[in-house]
């Protein structure tokens, strides 16, 4: 079994759609947890954090469910700018220490 | 620009030989990790410095790779006697003590 989990998609949705992407990670004892956004062909950039109590960055919200091992992305009011690879990522570290352990990741491609 | 730039961009060679990449993080990063990711998957972790320190291995990093950071500044990842399976994007990241960790645009290597 995987560490993290992603549904690989694709995601194929038009301008303006909301889209949820969902991940599940296999160690309880994971620490920290991050969306991190790829474009194809780039490096991996760091999109949001994620905390149990949810948060939220413009048309970005992610969750975290610890007792199920879930960490959700959803993203309202798609842009064409939003297509992009999306990777789960936990941490078995506090903060962004130690090594990143990352899904294989959600691609989301935004129609106009 | 500032971030962390890694060198060369491309390395094609042939099955046996060596290569040696080179990372340098963003100035004053004390921790700077490698990862391999190949194509439709996320990155996967190799190795981490602090400093000078190699503070964690993956046992992906068999007995051909090599890394080291001399100075705790930049850092080199070799490969020796090269496999086919070591075509992949080579990625190297730093970060400031417990926070985000940023990439370069990482090293593909295509292993003829």
């Known amino acids: 079994r995987k560490e993290v989990e992603q549904d690989p998609g694709p995601f194929n949705v038009p301008e303006g759609a909301t889209v949820a992407f969902n991940c599940t990670y296999s160690?309880?004892?994971?620490?920290?947890f991050f969306w991190y956004r790829q474009d194809c062909r780039k490096e991996p950039k760091l999109l949001m954090s994620?905390?149990?109590s949810g948060n939220e960055d413009g048309r970005f919200t992610a969750q975290l469910n610890r007792a199920s091992q879930y960490i959700s992305l959803l993203i309202r009011d798609s842009k064409l700018s939003d297509s992009a690879t999306y990777l789960c990522?936990?941490?078995?570290?506090?903060?962004?220490?130690?090594?990143?352990?990352f899904g294989q990741g959600t691609t989301l491609q935004v129609k106009p | 620009d500032t971030g962390v730039s890694q060198d060369p961009r491309h390395k094609i060679t042939k099955r046996g030989q060596n290569v040696t990449f080179r990372c340098d993080p963003i100035?004053?990063?004390?921790?700077l990790y490698w990862y391999r990711q190949t194509l439709g998957q996320g990155p996967e972790f190799l190795t981490y410095?602090?400093?000078?320190?190699?503070?964690?291995k993956s046992r992906l990093l068999s007995d051909r790779f090599s890394a080291e950071r001399p100075k705790g500044s930049f850092s080199t990842l070799e490969i020796q006697r090269t496999e086919q399976g070591d075509s992949a994007m080579y990625l190297c990241?730093?970060?400031?003590?417990?926070?985000?960790?940023?990439f370069g645009p990482g090293t593909r290597l295509t292993v003829l």
């Open positions: 410095f602090q400093n000078e320190a190699q503070l964690e």
């Open positions: 990522v936990v941490n078995l570290h506090s903060g962004n220490t130690g090594k990143l352990i």
């Open positions: 100035s004053e990063h004390n921790r």
């Open positions: 160690n309880s004892a994971s620490q920290s």
């Open positions: 994620v905390y149990s």
């Open positions: 990241a730093s970060s400031p003590r417990d926070r985000a960790q940023y």
